[in-house]
């Protein structure tokens, strides 16, 4: 080699994520729904009725709900809490009785709640590969993901994530969230914790640190106190409190009855609460696109954040209608076209209209009901509600509502079983 000959330095190319290959791995291109607003849902009449919403939830396959959203929100969601079916292949029921002994299943009063059934893994992984990529699109460029599993699928989800979010992500937590329950399993250790593993889209991504710290341990405090050598010399602002570890304890929700709506696998609001905190700002955007029973929805409106949310289960929607009810946010109620609600009539229900109060007499099992006072025809604007109480299961058939003379009321109302029906009222 001359001396004056150019020395030639490989490039480095970066190293190329890991990928997880299944049989009829493939993305798609997204083929979006149509989402039709149905009604607005002003709590107490809130902001009735012309307030904007700072909330919506959807009724649709979620593939096709966030193909939807994508001309809009693509790249401007701060938060995405994801809560799949785990591939568990079980058949989960909703509970609809109220007041039940929960130490006596066998006398619930269930219907059917979500599958989570699957021909294979294959089938499983394309599922949640689609769902996850646009995902991915939605979140804004400091966008966090939490992805909730359990032991079915957490290790295979982690490398699809790797993929999506590759070289560009953060991959943050992996977080164990433990709890308490019974358990039949005399074969093993008895498996009580599930797994949320936390993705960010880029490393300037939120974390508010401030806003989740939790005291330290009794005995932690005493023994600093006792001893300045405790620490090694490093003493904690005990008074500030400290930055939670990646492990979680929160209670299920069958312990927390003021929160229990029988929708099965509910998620505590202090869990979602932690996340939200954490990983957005008020006014920031937070999604679920597994709603469930709108535990995401009702933590993020209470702490003024806007949110989208959906579900496939009209009893998952209804669920989460019921919950937002009682929070002071208004709602935008959309479906996807190819699933309707069937709003029917029924002869079995009568409207009795009063000087100030719209009251209901009917032999159904009423779960929720509302009115629009002012009935266009078109969009129902719901200014009063009623909803069963969780533990007693009473709920009241009068609403405090005037109906001026010149205008159509039009009351909905759903069943314990979730039909729905709708009266014209002049």
């Known amino acids: 080699m001359s001396a004056h000959e150019p020395i030639?330095?490989?490039?480095?190319?970066?190293?190329?994520?890991?990928s997880l290959n299944w049989k009829g791995k493939t993305l798609p291109p997204p083929?979006?729904?149509?989402?039709?607003?149905?009604?607005?849902?002003?709590?107490?009449?809130?902001?009735?009725?012309?307030?904007?919403?700072v909330g919506r939830l959807i009724l649709g396959d979620n593939l096709a709900v966030m193909s939807a959203l994508l001309p809009g929100c693509e790249g401007r969601i701060n938060l995405i809490y994801?809560?799949?079916?785990?591939?568990?292949?079980?058949?989960?029921?909703?509970?609809?009785?109220?007041?039940?002994?929960?130490?006596?299943?066998?006398?619930?009063?269930?219907?059917?709640?979500?599958h989570d059934s699957w021909s294979n893994l294959d089938e499983y992984l394309q599922f949640l590969y689609e769902r996850l990529a646009l995902m991915y699109r939605l979140l804004a460029p400091n966008g966090t993901l939490y992805l909730h599993l359990d032991w079915h699928a957490d290790?295979?989800?982690?490398?699809?994530?790797?993929?999506?979010?590759?070289?560009?992500?953060?991959?943050?937590?992996?977080?164990?969230?433990?709890?308490h329950g019974p358990?039949?399993?005399?074969?093993?250790?008895?498996?009580?914790?599930d797994?949320?593993?936390v993705y960010a889209k880029g490393r300037d991504y939120t974390f508010n640190v401030d806003a989740v710290r939790e005291p330290y341990n009794p005995n932690t405090i005493a023994t600093f106190k006792s001893s300045r050598k405790a620490g090694f010399g490093k003493v904690p602002d005990l008074e500030r409190g400290k930055v939670p570890e990646d492990w979680w304890y929160f209670p299920v929700v069958a312990r927390l009855h003021g929160e229990r709506t029988g929708y099965p696998t509910q998620k505590p609001e202090a869990l979602l609460e932690r996340i939200i905190l954490a990983s957005s700002?008020?006014?920031?955007?937070?999604?679920d696109f597994f709603c469930g029973s709108g535990t995401t929805a009702v933590v993020a409106a209470k702490n003024?954040?806007?949110?989208?949310?959906?579900?496939?289960?009209?009893?998952?929607?209804?669920t989460a209608r019921n919950r937002l009810a009682g929070i002071k946010s208004v709602v935008s109620l959309e479906h996807d076209s190819t699933l309707k609600p069937e709003i029917a009539e029924s002869k079995k229900i009568k409207v009795h209209l009063d000087k100030d109060a719209v009251r209901l007499e009917t032999s159904l099992e009423v779960d929720f009901w509302e009115i629009d006072p002012s009935w266009d025809g078109e969009i129902f604007k719901s200014a009063a509600q009623a909803q069963r109480h969780t533990r007693s299961g009473e709920i009241s058939l009068e609403l405090k509502i005037k109906i001026g003379r010149a205008h159509k009321a039009c009351v909905r109302l759903v069943t314990v079983q979730g039909k729905e029906f709708q009266i014209l009222v002049s």
Do not use: C
């Not at 030639?8 to 890991?18: F, G, T, V, Y």
């Not at 979006?32 to 009725?49: E, H, V």
């Not at 295979?156 to 992996?174: M, P, S, T």
């Not at 949110?307 to 009893?315: E, N």
């Open 8 to 18: 030639l330095i490989p490039s480095i190319q970066p190293p190329l994520m890991p």
């Open 31 to 53: 083929e979006p729904g149509s989402l039709i607003r149905d009604a607005f849902l002003y709590p107490n009449g809130l902001g009735y009725p012309n307030a904007p919403a």
């Open 82 to 114: 994801a809560d799949p079916p785990f591939f568990t292949n079980r058949k989960f029921s909703a509970r609809i009785g109220r007041g039940e002994d929960s130490r006596k299943p066998e006398k619930w009063k269930l219907v059917e709640g979500y």
């Open 155 to 179: 290790a295979y989800a982690r490398l699809i994530l790797d993929e999506l979010f590759g070289d560009d992500g953060v991959f943050i937590n992996e977080i164990i969230w433990a709890y």
């Open 183 to 193: 358990s039949p399993i005399r074969t093993a250790f008895n498996r009580k914790h």
């Open 195 to 197: 797994t949320i593993l």
């Open 281 to 287: 700002n008020k006014d920031d955007t937070v999604a």
């Open 304 to 318: 003024v954040r806007k949110f989208v949310t959906s579900d496939i289960s009209l009893r998952a929607v209804h």
